[in-house]
């Protein structure tokens, strides 16, 4: 599980720390910064794939077809109103085979046009000598802590025009340390691995072990923005990934509705959603060997995706992320509500909230229904967050509804907090109790 995020001028963050819990609703006005903490969450998971810093930025093609979309905004708009640099730091449980243990990893860019320049300037404050100048980003620091104990960490004063030296510690002291050089235009913790083999280093086996956990943690994310036009895209069976804006969903439910019981709970959550009464799917296959979900209602009635509801599909496809076969850890929907009727809301609360428990996943949500943030349960209430600015200032900023002073908490017990979001009023509190602090 990830338990948290900080980030440091990370795109219109100066300074800001968002704390999750098993399902965490992000609130917050248009462009208050819901869909950049996303874009922080995309550039972990990017280097949980392996990804060059350029590519994580600007987007990943290989063998000549995009397999990544870079981040919004790309390398010139990642940073903070432009400053040279941004830092991410996450804090997650590692889930191996030894007992829960909480990982913190960070990692800090520079992004400035001139990277080098920036990262020549950091030297200098340090008073070190200058050096060539490379193109693209670089990371300038990064590390990984089990505990409160290094596993490796890098050093600026160390680095070179396109390398940068690491400190890998075997088990947390000082004397175990091995020393490697890495490129700085990938992730350190990428390189790692490879470094530690080809050093003949072959008693950190414990050390690798540990690296490939915390970038399993990162590579588990999963990002939906789900589109109807997406789900009636048919999809060939055995394509049991379900795309980021819902395609292939499908043969995703095809793969589901081959184990019995999943079935049945995929029938349940369809009848109990739609006015429908449906009793089967079918699949036909076309001529290019693709197929397309088919509902079959008792009376006989057969109805596509094609003609299927745009609420129906975006469910069905809610249902195809979190019961799919190819499962993940973490799953980030943007603005989960879209195209659900109120009073079928609660079920998708309830499907998530289920599944969260069940199968130990996590699932973060931006919304703008007041509905949801008065279905969701006490819990997933104490781990929502609003996303705001304040008047006049240009960086966003996150309160955790949980840690909301006493006075305000007490509102939201006995007040309707569906309500309270509609009049704008945790916005409202945080400007005031801001304002308060300020004078
Ligand atoms: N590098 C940056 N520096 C400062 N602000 C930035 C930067 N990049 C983006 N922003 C701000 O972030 C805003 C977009 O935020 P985001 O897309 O996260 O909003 P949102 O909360 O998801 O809104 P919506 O509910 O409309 O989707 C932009 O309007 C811009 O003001
Ligand atoms: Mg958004």
Redesign the pocket.
Known sequence: MIHQLKLT?????QSAELTLGPFSI?I????????????AFRFLHGIGRGYSLADIMGGKYIGGSLQWEGI??GI????????PNFCLEIVFDLNGEQKSRTGTYQIKVETAKSPALAVRSLREQQSLKSFPMPVGALVSQESLKIGDEFVFQTHLEYMESHNIRVSVYRSGKADQVIDLVAASSQPVITQLEEKLRMNGASDAQQVIQTLRETLSVFSAMRFFSLEPAAMRIPSLPGQIVLGDRGENMSTVIQAISDDPQRFLALMEWIKELTPMDAVDFEFPVYADGKTLLTLVEKNGQKVSANSASDGTLRFLACLAALLSPDASAFYFF??LENGIHPTRLHLLVDLIERNVKRKHIQVVA?T?SPQLLRLISPASLDTAAL?Y?LEDQ???RIQGIANLPDGAREVIQTKDVARLHESAWFENVMSFLEGDAEE
């Open positions: 001028n990370f795109k219109n963050f992000l917050g006005e248009n462009a208050s910064g819901k869909s950049n903490l996303r874009d919004r905004g010139t708009e990642i940073s903070f109103q432009e400053l943007e603005e931006t703008h996303v600015r240009p960086c966003g």
